[in-house]
């Protein structure tokens, strides 16, 4: 079954990257957004069917390598 | 005294690194990324460059790359461990040395040279050098170093930093700061100081007509050391 992960910056670590699309949006005549934040996106295929047992590996796999828990925080979603 | 580098896919200052530490008397061994032994070794430098394309994170892939096992085994076993660059990033990732390295502040791509101040000189790397501000060369897009409150204090209370940007009279101030990291940190150590992750390259400066010889003066007072 397929599994996402989204992983995205700690609050308090700067993101340069999120304050230039902020302000390319800006410059776009998006006025009207306080803040932007980038982060990642995972879509894996486990091969497993039971949903918790799934997202149990893919939670292992954000703390082991697809995260960095210093500066990362993660989501798991189950999508099919 | 003998020395190993290891190379990963996309390391590219491996071959500097091996001059240099050939120069000044070590006898070093290029070991792959996929071995699983290092070979005998007083010194291990994860060099510079771009392992793995610097996918996901910077340094993410390499530290979880075959010889790692045997290169954390070695630093927690006390063995002298040294990143520099990319190999710094490689460390963090390690969780060898604490906090992490961003993106530089304005996102610039930086290749320049710079001073940095040393801070700590009870350890085997910067033991009896006689300067206490090197000239070296920075080349990195990701060198913002980075770490929670709690961990600064640790490594404050632990005399962890190894070396801080500053100018060349040795003030560290803002303006000296090229990448945006706390306190200007450009280099850590672990708490037992036997491993240290820098940003800076001493081995692009060990050559009196092209670049200066800060390098070679901590090259050749780190083998001293060694002995």
């Not at chain 2, 945006?180 to 036997?194: L, P, Q, R, V």
């Not at chain 2, 092209?210 to 007072?221: A, Q, R, T």
């Not at chain 2, 780190?222 to 002995?227: A, E, H, Q, R, V």
Request: charged share 25%; aromatic share 8%.
């Amino acid at each position: 079954m397929k599994v996402s992960a989204i992983i995205t910056l700690k609050k308090d670590v700067l993101d340069p990257q999120g304050k230039v699309i902020h302000q390319a949006l800006d410059g776009m005549g998006f006025e009207n957004i306080s803040e932007v934040r980038q982060g990642k996106y995972f879509e894996i295929d486990v091969n497993e069917n039971d949903p918790n047992k799934a997202k149990a590996v893919v939670e292992d796999m954000c703390k082991k390598l697809l995260a960095n828990l210093v500066i990362e925080n993660f989501k798991i979603i189950e999508t099919q | 005294m003998r020395s190993s580098v290891i190379t990963f896919p996309g390391s590219n200052c491996d071959r500097d690194m091996d001059v240099a530490l050939k120069k000044f008397g070590f006898n070093n061994k290029m070991v792959w990324h996929d071995e699983s032994e290092l070979p005998k070794s007083d010194l291990v430098v994860l060099p510079g460059g771009f392992s793995y394309g610097d996918y996901l994170r910077c340094g993410s892939m390499a530290s979880k790359s075959k010889i790692m096992q045997s290169v954390i085994n070695f630093a927690k076993s006390g063995g002298l461990v040294m990143g520099i660059c990319n190999g710094f990033q490689i460390l963090v990732e390690t969780g060898l040395v604490p906090g992490v390295l961003l993106r530089n502040k304005y996102l610039e791509f930086i290749c320049k040279n710079v001073f940095v101040k040393l801070d700590n000189k009870e350890n085997t790397y910067f033991k009896n050098l006689n300067k206490d501000i090197l000239e070296f060369h920075i080349a990195h897009n990701e060198g913002n170093y980075f770490c929670t409150k709690d961990q600064l204090k640790e490594i404050e209370d632990n005399n962890q930093i190894a070396i801080y940007y500053c100018n060349k009279e040795g003030k560290i101030e803002d303006q000296h700061n090229p990448n945006g990291s706390i306190k200007n940190i450009a280099g850590i150590f672990n708490k037992e100081k036997n491993v240290l992750g820098m940003m800076p390259h001493p081995e692009r400066m060990i050559d009196q007509s092209l670049s200066g010889e800060d390098g070679s003066i901590f090259f050749k007072n780190l083998i001293n050391n060694i002995k």
